[in-house]
């Protein structure tokens, strides 16, 4: 690398020479002896990968590299030649392997192309070629049903990817792979309980295999199944010992922050926010074990490790799985402040007081249902409670000692703190410190600060974020939301602020109103549902005089709009029906929700009845011949 930088080409292109016979797969070796030998031109790169490709057969990169650059008839014959022998090989990852090719606008279509003539030729002819000179393995047909259906899916064609999976699973019901794509398929079709019954069906397959095994529990923890994925990872946590437990033990975060969106969906707040802490908790002990290393690395003289020691100390917090923690108990905490909770017990006697004897019937049949519920769940803690109290005779005093210094985590306590607003805050300051060149954290910064009526800091977290990406859709709630505070409480804000207000204000903003502001957002966003539901959002609560045109904005489902998808027509849903958009709105989510069933017929949120995936699948199973 120095002496590319240096010029001594030469000298640089024979130390990656020698580099490359250490391993052929390095993607960098070649794009640096591509500077090394001065290879602008597409034929020049190309002698170079067929020459490493002679000397290496056995490699991969001199064969898939070229697909990056190639043009014409070069790509479409060597990406042909890569396509087949990965199908008679049966490679699993080839989609993954060619998946940024479809976001180039000419190498997309010709390998779509190719793909779909292989899958015709193959089903009619058992060849690759339309002449069906050279058959083929039956496993290519295999193979090529699953690259294919991968490829449907990509595209958002559920329908069309489910009936090419079907087709496989027919073809060899015994692949696990096929069973794991039927899941993801039917998860992003909106289907999470059919995904998690197929997920369960593949870990049923290999109960030996821990990869699976992770997966099914993470799919059954986006269908809200909190119990049954903590069984699913009972099967691989130590015996004796509550499988949560253990988890937790073992710092399993990806498990702990997928249980706090759980909770988090279901509205179990405290929950959420309990496993929100843990992770928290996970990070502090990480720090205060690097304390252990610090004597050893200065005694061994590991100098290098030792100063990779104190830069991970630095910006430990800037990790994922702190980043995902604390937005989820930044949100919740927001939730909490919007809608605190409130006595469910009290409330219920003084509702059942005004009920009449039908009703009060009925309430006094669920109460009997939640208490033998309430018994059983207190059966199976108190099997757990035994568990813990072995396992914690066997845990040093050391442990136990430590432990007892640390807060009980009371979920209901966390749910009903008093300053939500605060505890919000102690997540958000490192967020601040080591993860501010992420847009997010100053959008969460932005709720925190306009909840408190902290102008100045609104104002700081808008600047930031408009340094990151102006374009954001949730950027422009923040900056219109910020002028229409500006507007409504210029009284009550003193002077110097004002002047400060005035001096900083962006120039996106300046001489604007708020409703000017999100009309000209509309229209320039007019073809963007995401962009629209935000604005119509914003619109209603600007002026609730046009709730009309905010209700034919959302509801608009023009399949030439961008982000006509799942997520975004759940969430404009989720609007409706929670009255965001008042009672006009609520009555118009019945006949939006039937519009996005049509649209996206596998959604189970769109759906009044979902169906039970057990109960319509087993018997179809058996025949290995699903209908969907």
Known sequence: KYLIELGKLSNAETLYMELMKRNPENHEYYHKLELARVANTEEDKLKIYDEFHEKFPRAQAPRRLPLNFATGEEFEKRLRNYFMAAIRKGVPPLFVDLRPLYSDSSRGPVLQKMALEFLENLERLSSFDADGKELEAP????????????QYDYNGDYTTALEIVNKAIEHTPTLIELFTLKGKILKHAGNPDEAVFWLDEAQSMDTADRYINCKCAKYLLRANKVQEAEEMCSKFTREGVPAMENLNEMQCMWFQTECAL?????????????????????????????????????????????????????????HVFYEKCARIAIQTFLQLFDKPMKDSEHNNEINADNLDPSEQKKLLNKAKKAKRKAEKEKAVQEQDKKKKEMYNKKKKVDDELENSSKDELIPDKLARTENPLDEAVKFLEPLLLLACSHINTHLLAFEIYYRKGKPLLMLKSILKALEIDAENIELHSCLTRFLDYIEKNRTSINESTLKVLSLSMPSILKDKTAMELNDAFLEAKANDLKAVATGSSLLYKLNPGQVDKSIKL??????????????????????????????????????????????FPQATFFQDKPSNPMKNLVGQVEKLSIEN
Not at 265 to 292: M, N, P, S, V, W
Not at 583 to 590: H, I, L, P, Q, T
Request: charged letters at 25%; one cysteine or more.
């Open 139 to 150: 496993t290519c047909l295999l193979w090529t049903y699953y690259y294919m259906a991968q």
């Open 262 to 318: 759980a909770y988090q969906r279901q509205g179990l707040y405290g929950e959420a926010l309990k496993k929100c802490y843990e992770i928290d908790r996970h990070f502090t002990e990480i720090i205060e074990d690097q304390f252990d290393f610090h004597t050893y690395c200065m005694r061994k003289m590991t100098l290098k490790a030792y100063v990779g020691l104190l830069r991970l100390e630095d910006h430990l917090r800037s």
């Open 554 to 599: 959302l509801t608009n489902m023009d399949p030439a709009l961008q982000n006509v998808n799942i997520k975004t027509c759940t969430t404009v849903l989720q609007a409706l029906t929670n009255g965001d958009l008042g009672a006009e709105g609520k009555a118009s989510s019945a006949s939006y929700k039937e519009a996005c069933n049509k649209a």
